[in-house]
């Protein structure tokens, strides 16, 4: 394997945290939906069987999706801090040639977001139906540059698709980074964290 492909990948949760945080906006909008739509059950009816039953069938999507709005939040944050920490240790690289792929964003809420928020998540079937959707959509995301795009962290971090030299070889991949401005001939430190996936910043 040539200097620097050492695949550093996303492993564990990582990936998981990263695909539920692309969703939040989604998540948010079903979780407004119902409580609006519902807002007339919503009062205190004691800890009883009846009043936890109301509240499970009123709020318990909306609360599901509360639930994995603060888990792919901090899960999220904590994927980035670690790989913060460990991209001092990759390599320097002099970009070639690189293309901005922010509008990749826009391009996964319209069709990966959007669509599924006309679904109809109060009945039962309708919402397992989904969630075997949300579970192949899951599968493809992880195994692709996806990994990467997501509306949420473009708020932070921009996406590139860059080509650098390796040795003798010219080598293509997406790099996601907090910088803004990075341009043909710049020096980047890169840390791969995937196979052509890239954390990296201008040195």
């Not at 620097?4 to 695909?19: D, E, Q, R, T």
């Not at 990749?104 to 069709?111: D, F, S, V």
């Not at 795009?149 to 996601?176: C, E, H, T, W």
Request: glycine share 6%.
């Amino acid at each position: 394997m040539a200097k620097g492909l050492k695949v550093n990948s996303l492993i564990g949760l990582a990936p998981l945290m990263l695909f539920l945080s692309s969703y939040i906006p989604l998540f948010g909008i079903i979780a407004l939906r119902q409580f609006l739509s519902n807002i007339e059950y919503l009062n205190w009816a004691g800890f009883t069987i009846d009043g936890i039953i109301s509240f499970v069938t009123h709020f318990g999507i909306a609360s599901l999706c509360i639930g994995l709005i603060i888990i792919g939040s901090f899960g999220t944050y904590f994927v980035f801090k670690l790989i913060k920490k460990d991209a001092p240790n990759g390599n320097n690289t002099k970009v070639i040639e690189v293309t901005s792929m922010n509008d990749e964003a826009l391009g996964y809420m319209a069709t990966y977001v959007i669509p599924l928020l006309y679904q109809d998540y109060s009945n039962l079937m309708d919402f397992c139906t989904m969630f075997i959707i949300f579970a192949i959509i899951y599968k493809l995301y992880v195994n692709s540059k996806l990994l990467l795009v997501n509306p949420m962290i473009s708020f932070k971090y921009s996406i590139y698709s860059i080509k650098y030299m390796d040795g003798d070889v010219q080598r293509q991949a997406m790099l996601i980074s907090p910088n803004k401005d990075i341009l043909e001939n710049d020096t980047v430190k890169r840390y791969n964290i995937g196979y052509q996936l890239f954390y990296g910043y201008n040195r």
